[in-house]
């Protein structure tokens, strides 16, 4: 009787033991569905490289940067981060007198857009990609990032927000 009852001890073990490495193996094969479902996995999904970071002064509405010849917005196509007091802006020089400015803050969930690959925004978090006009590119975002008058004039751009 006592080596039956040690029988069942150990089949029970084994079953809880199969029980929670099954529930382990489930709600890992869902959370990697939901993160793929969101475009994104467990590590950053974006290796495009992080835009320069620059600063604005912000004043009545507005944010001004200084772009000269060592601005990484000296030459079109020039791209940068611009932090201010107001936020954070993307901005692409498009032409030689004209910028695109943007919000910096993903549609998707909010993330910081940082990184900037082949003239295309890219989102860290879930990879999402908008072009220099604030398009999406690519999802998960659905939603277009907001964009921002522009005024350039003796080396300095104002954005208006």
Known sequence: MRL???EIKEKTE???DFCLRAGEAI???MVASLLQACGGSSTAPST?????VIGGSTGSGTVIVTVDSSSPLASVG???LVQANAGNFLVARTAQDSFTALTAIC??????????QNGTYVCPCHGSQFST???VVM?????????FPTQFSNGTLTISF
């Open 48 to 52: 495009a490289p992080a835009l320069p």
């Open 14 to 16: 084994t079953r809880r």
């Open 139 to 147: 999802g998960p975002a659905s939603v277009a990032l907001r964009q």
């Open 4 to 6: 039956h009852l040690e």
């Open 27 to 29: 709600s890992a094969a």
């Open 78 to 80: 020039g791209a940068a």
């Open 107 to 116: 549609t998707h969930e909010g993330c910081t857009v940082t990184g900037f």
């Open 133 to 135: 006009t604030g398009r």
